[in-house]
């Protein structure tokens, strides 16, 4: 079992940038791929960004590509979402979530543990 606890999020102007973090304790955070989603007001949880256990494989979602990137540190048990060009519509709570499958799933029902999650509100 892992926990998981997300940090880094705020209040930024559309442009701007934000980094969130992942703290990951409990079994081997190397053994886990990890990934980031976020929850919108009124809106279904949604795929944002996925990485493999070695860092080797992401994907991100169309609306996310050439403006976030995902990364991790395994000796630091955490992972890290750098979001840039931020603009309103990425408004939402941003969790992080680990699944024991390999690869890097993009579906949510595919991740075992999930953070409390950060709120991101980026103002227009």
């Known amino acids: 079992q892992v926990q998981l606890v997300e940090s880094g999020g705020g209040l930024v102007q559309a442009g701007g940038s934000l980094r969130l973090s992942c703290a990951a304790s409990g079994r081997t955070f190397s053994t886990y791929a990890m990934g980031w989603f976020r929850q919108a007001p009124g809106k279904e949880r949604e795929f944002v960004a996925a990485?493999?256990?070695?860092?080797?494989?992401?994907y991100y979602a169309d609306s996310v590509k050439g403006r976030f990137t995902i990364s991790r540190e395994n000796i630091k048990n955490t992972v890290y979402l750098q979001m840039n060009s931020l603009k309103p519509e990425d408004t939402a709570v941003y969790y992080c979530?680990?699944?024991?499958?390999?690869?890097?799933?993009?579906?949510?029902?595919?991740?075992?543990?999930w953070g409390q999650g950060t709120q991101v509100t980026v103002s227009s």
């Open positions: 979530a680990a699944s024991e499958r390999f690869g890097a799933p993009l579906n949510r029902h595919e991740y075992n543990y």
């Open positions: 990485i493999s256990r070695s860092g080797g494989i992401t």
